[in-house]
């Protein structure tokens, strides 16, 4: 498609449940970003993927979190055992190249709420 | 660590006067720039970038203006108008975005 679509788009879980969110990038775009926005402040990186491969994954919390792109399937973030520092807005991003040569376009985003 | 800043976390502008909102950013490495604009409940939206071979750059009512020596960046928003309303981020990257932690822009009539 032609725009980065994310579901759902608002997910809400006890502390200590499983979270997975979806994120189909834009048709032809290679590269794929998740980001965790918390209280509208910055935006911190999680993790890149080039095609189904990992590309960076230095911001991501590896003891919960975890991510994937397969082929012909949505990209997914999964958090297992939720904290209550997880509620945020995750977005999605996806580019033609990783070195932002080319802009990143973003998803509406999914809100996490933990509770 | 290396971050992007912002001075400003609010700028209250009049219709029709034109708007700077500036940014300051720390890793030297970092060649490409962007400004998003983000609005209540959306995703970031690409407003403008800018190489780091580049001083200026100009789009349709904004430009952007890098000062390297400073590691300073501004955008102007001219004729600005109520629809501009909304949080402003600039991100760098020498790899992946970093972002600083947005201006909110407020435009009364």
């Known amino acids: 498609g032609e725009e980065v679509a994310q579901t759902p788009k608002h997910l809400v879980r006890g502390e200590g449940q499983k979270a997975k969110l979806y994120c189909a990038p834009i048709k032809g775009h290679s590269y794929v970003f998740w980001y965790q926005q918390v209280l509208k402040n910055e935006f911190k990186f999680l993790i890149s993927?080039?095609?189904?491969?990992?590309?960076?994954e230095t911001g991501m919390p590896k003891e919960r979190f975890s991510a994937k792109c397969l082929p012909n399937s949505p990209c997914s973030l999964e958090i297992q055992a939720t904290k209550l520092e997880d509620s945020a807005v995750y977005f999605c991003?996806?580019?033609?190249?990783?070195?932002?040569?080319?802009?990143?376009?973003f998803g509406p985003g999914t809100r996490l709420t933990v509770t | 660590g290396e971050s992007v800043g912002l001075h400003l976390p609010t700028l209250s502008v009049q219709e029709g006067d034109n708007s700077i909102i500036n940014c300051a950013y720390s890793n030297s490495a970092s060649d490409y720039f962007i400004w998003y604009k983000q609005e209540s409940g959306k995703g970031p939206q690409f407003i403008i970038d800018i190489r780091s071979n580049m001083d200026k750059r100009q789009g349709q009512r904004v430009t952007v203006l890098l000062n390297k020596t400073v590691k300073h960046l501004s955008l102007q928003i001219a004729a600005t108008q109520p629809g501009d309303s909304a949080v402003y981020f600039c991100?760098?990257?020498?790899?992946?975005?970093?972002f600083g932690t947005g201006t909110r822009l407020q435009v009364f009539p």
């Open positions: 993927f080039q095609n189904e491969n990992v590309f960076d």
């Open positions: 991100a760098e990257t020498p790899d992946k975005l970093i």
């Open positions: 991003a996806s580019s033609q190249w990783d070195r932002g040569g080319y802009e990143q376009y």
